[in-house]
C-alpha cells in the first residue's frame, strides 16, 4: 500500500481543491444564450435552433459586446447552414443582439429563405434479386421527392434509410447505394437526383444451435416456424423470438444472429441461448365488461411438466352476471420428434345461475320471466393438435381432431319467481325445459387459421376459424346432433389514420327442436325449445356481437337456438398515437328455424384506447329493431371470463 507523504500532501491537496474549483465553475456557470428565430416555419425555426445552440463558460450577462459580435456572426454563418437541407440555399439572413434589463443578452435573427431549390429531374432505380418485391416497388412509387417539387435533403437521408430498413426486414441484408448523388446547380436553382438502389442476394436460415436445455431432444428443436435453408425475414426472426417465450419452458430467451456474407447464397446462422429459472407461474387478473360486469379470474401453469415438454395449466374464473363460476385446466403434450405436433386434452367445470325466461313471437322485446336456477356443466375434450405453417411461418393454420364429453345438469324453480301470471307447473311440455341432464359424446374436427401482425391501431390480418361435430345415440351420446359452424374477422389497414374492421359468423345444428304455444291469460306463447345442450346452443347480442343488444339475449325464448348468423362492419380513425373513435354497424340472430332468423340491426359509435394491456373500448349503441329502447353502452376492459 503505498502512502503519501507529509511533504506531498500540501501539493495534492491543492491540486484536488485546484480541481473542484474547476468542476463547480463550470457546473454552476454554464449559461445559454437565447436566440429568437423570425421569418420561417416551425420545421426551420427549430432547425436553425439546434444548429444556434450555443453554451459559454461564464455567466452570460458578462460577455462583452466584441464576444457578442462575434458570436453573432458565426450564428449567421450556421443559420444559412441549416437551411440548405430543406432546399434554401439563397437565403437573407440579419441579425442583432439587445440586452435585457437583466444584462442578459438575446440574439434575434430575421430570416427570408429566399427561393428554394426545385427538383428538375429524379432517377430512381431498383436492381437486385429483390427489385420486384411488392414493398419496394411501393416504396418507389411513394418517393416523396418529386420532379418540380423542393430539395429536401432531410427526406433524402430518411428514404435511404427507410429502403435500407425494408429490404432488411425482408432478408435483404446487404443493400448497397451505386449511385447516390444529388447534383445542385446554384445558378439555375434547381437539383437532379441520382439513387440506384442494389438489394443484394437475399439471406437464407443457416445453423441453428439451441445450446443446452432443459428439454429432451425433439422439443424444442421443432419450436421455429422455419427450417435450415428458408429465406431470412425480420418478421420469422421476431416470431421466433416470441414462441420461444410463448412456449412457457424458458424465463431468458436470447437469439443471436450471426452473418455469414462469404456463403453462397449468405446465410444467417442463430445462436439461442435459453435459461429456466422457474417452472411455476402464477397469474391474476380484475377485468370489468358490460356483457359480464366485475370479473375475476387467477391461473397457475407449469411449463414445462417434465423434460418432455409437457405442460399444465389451471385457472379459475368469476363474474357478476349470471355468478358465472368456471374452472378449467389443460393439458398439451409435444410429440417428440414430430415437428408441431400435440397431444391436447382440456377440462371444464362451470356454474351459472341464470333467469329462465321466456317471450312470445310477436313481442320478442318483453320477456316473461318464468323460473331460476342453475345450469352445472361438466366438459372434457381431447385429440390431437397439428399445426402447419405458411408464407415462411406469417401464416398459420391449426387443425384438431378431437373427442369431447359433456354432462349438462340443469335445475330450474319457478317458486319465488313473481313475475309468472300462471303455474306452470302443470305444463308438462315444460318439464324437460326446466329438469334435466344431457350427456352427449361428440367426435369432430377444429380448424384456425390466423395471419396476424403490427400492435395497438396499426394489428391487421386475418382469424378464420372452423369445426364440425357430431353426437350419436349408437356411439353411447343420450342426444343426437350434428353442428358445423365457420366464422371470420379480417381487418385491413386503410393509410396511416383508416382501419377497417369486419367480422361475419355462421353456425347450423342439426338437432331436434320443439314447437308447441302455451296459454297466458287468454293470449298464446309460441315456443320454440331446441333438445340441443345448453352448452352447444348459440346465442346472439353483446359487445362482441351484435351491439345496441344485451349479452346473449337474440335467440329463440332467450335460452340459446340451433342456428346463428352475424356479421359487422366497424371504420375506426386514429386521432393520436393511443386514441381512435370508430363507427359500426351489426346484424344478426341466434334461431331455429331458418326461414326466419329475424336479423337484428344495431348502429353505433365508439372510441378505443389502446394501453400496455391492450385495446380499452367503449361503444354506444342503438338496437335499431327495438326503437324505444335507450342507447346501450358497451364497455370492455381486461380479458374475458375462462
Given amino acids: 500500500m503505498r502512502t503519501i507523504g507529509h511533504n506531498q500532501f500540501p501539493r495534492v491537496a491543492c491540486l484536488f481543491i485546484l480541481m473542484l474549483g474547476i468542476m463547480l465553475a463550470s457546473t454552476a456557470s454554464r449559461a445559454e444564450i437565447e436566440f429568437v428565430v423570425t421569418g420561417v416555419d416551425e420545421t426551420l425555426r427549430e432547425n436553425i435552433l439546434r444548429h444556434n445552440d450555443v453554451v459559454r463558460l461564464g455567466r452570460s450577462e458578462l460577455l462583452s459586446d466584441r464576444e457578442l459580435d462575434s458570436i453573432l456572426e458565426h450564428s449567421l454563418l450556421l443559420t444559412r447552414i441549416a437551411l440548405q437541407p430543406y432546399g434554401y440555399y439563397h437565403p437573407n439572413v440579419t441579425g442583432r443582439y439587445r440586452r435585457k434589463s437583466d444584462r442578459e443578452p438575446v440574439i434575434e435573427l430575421a430570416v427570408e429563405p429566399g427561393p428554394p431549390i426545385i427538383i428538375s429531374a429524379v432517377h430512381l432505380t431498383l436492381t437486385g434479386p429483390g427489385a420486384d418485391r411488392r414493398a419496394l416497388k411501393t416504396w418507389r412509387s411513394d418517393f416523396p421527392l418529386k420532379k418540380g417539387g423542393r430539395l429536401i435533403q432531410v427526406e433524402w437521408d430518411m428514404e435511404k434509410q427507410r429502403v435500407s430498413d425494408l429490404a432488411g426486414a425482408a432478408g435483404y441484408l446487404e443493400l448497397s447505394f451505386p449511385e447516390h448523388e444529388i447534383a445542385i446547380d446554384l445558378v439555375e436553382n434547381t437539383a437532379e437526383l441520382t ?3 442494389d438489394t443484394g442476394p437475399r439471406f437464407i ?18 419450436i421455429p416456424r422455419f427450417q435450415k435453408g428458408d429465406p431470412y425475414s425480420a418478421r420469422l426472426m421476431d416470431d421466433f423470438r416470441l414462441d420461444l417465450w410463448r412456449s412457457g419452458y424458458f424465463t431468458d430467451v436470447e437469439v443471436i444472429e450471426n452473418r455469414d456474407t462469404d456463403a453462397s447464397p449468405p446465410v444467417v446462422n442463430l445462436e439461442v441461448r435459453l435459461e429456466t429459472r422457474t417452472r411455476n407461474s402464477y397469474q391474476g387478473a380484475l377485468g370489468f365488461g358490460t356483457d359480464t360486469g366485475i370479473r375475476l ?23 357478476e352476471i349470471n355468478q358465472e363460476f368456471a374452472i378449467r385446466g389443460n393439458y398439451r403434450l409435444p410429440l417428440p420428434r414430430r415437428p408441431h405436433e400435440f397431444w391436447v386434452a382440456d377440462a371444464t367445470i362451470r356454474y351459472e345461475n341464470q333467469d329462465l325466461e321466456l317471450s312470445s313471437g310477436g313481442n320478442e322485446e318483453n320477456f316473461i320471466k318464468i323460473a331460476n336456477g342453475n345450469v352445472d356443466e361438466r366438459h372434457v375434450k381431447f385429440g390431437w393438435l397439428k399445426i402447419f405453417n405458411y408464407r415462411a411461418g406469417e401464416k398459420q393454420m ?27 307447473r302443470d305444463q308438462q311440455e315444460l318439464s324437460g325445459l326446466l329438469r334435466g341432464t344431457d350427456n352427449a359424446f361428440s367426435f369432430g374436427v377444429d380448424l384456425n387459421i390466423v395471419a396476424v401482425s403490427g400492435s395497438a391501431f396499426e394489428s391487421h390480418g386475418m382469424h378464420d376459424r372452423a369445426w364440425i361435430f357430431a353426437a350419436d345415440r349408437n356411439l353411447g351420446s343420450e342426444v343426437d346432433f350434428l ?7 379480417r381487418t385491413f389497414l386503410l393509410g396511416k ?26 293470449q298464446p306463447l309460441a315456443l320454440s325449445i331446441t333438445q ?23 335467440s329463440n325464448n332467450n335460452v340459446g337456438s340451433n342456428n346463428i348468423v352475424t356479421g359487422s362492419v366497424e371504420f375506426e380513425y386514429r386521432l393520436t398515437e393511443r386514441w381512435s373513435v370508430a363507427a359500426f354497424a351489426d346484424i344478426g340472430n341466434a334461431f331455429n328455424d331458418w326461414s326466419a332468423p329475424e336479423l337484428k340491426l344495431g348502429l353505433g359509435v365508439g372510441v378505443r384506447w389502446y394501453s400496455i394491456a391492450g385495446p380499452i373500448r367503449v361503444d354506444i349503441a342503438q ?5 324505444d329502447r335507450s342507447l346501450r353502452i358497451h364497455l370492455t376492459i381486461g380479458t374475458p371470463l375462462l
Avoid: C
Fill in 483 to 489: 353442428q358445423a359452424y365457420i366464422s371470420t374477422r
Fill in 497 to 522: 389514420r383508416f382501419k377497417l374492421l369486419t367480422r361475419a359468423e355462421i353456425g347450423y345444428t342439426d338437432a331436434k327442436v320443439d314447437a308447441f304455444s302455451i296459454d297466458v291469460e287468454g
Fill in 297 to 319: 379470474q387467477a391461473s397457475w401453469s407449469k411449463r414445462p411438466f417434465s423434460q418432455r415438454g409437457d405442460r399444465i395449466e389451471v385457472g379459475i374464473g368469476w363474474q
Fill in 532 to 554: 340441443l345442450p345448453n352448452f352447444y346452443r348459440f346465442k346472439a347480442g353483446g359487445s362482441a356481437s351484435v351491439r345496441g343488444y344485451s349479452f346473449e339475449e337474440l
Fill in 205 to 222: 436460415i443457416g445453423d441453428i444451435d439451441f445450446g443446452e436445455h432443459v428439454l429432451q431432444p425433439g422439443i424444442v428443436e421443432y
Fill in 623 to 627: 338496437a335499431q329493431d327495438f326503437p
Fill in 398 to 424: 391449426f387443425v384438431q381432431p378431437f373427442g369431447q364429453y359433456l354432462n349438462s345438469v340443469r335445475d330450474y324453480d319457478l317458486a319465488g319467481t313473481g313475475s309468472v301470471p300462471i303455474d306452470f
Fill in 195 to 197: 439513387l440506384t438502389v
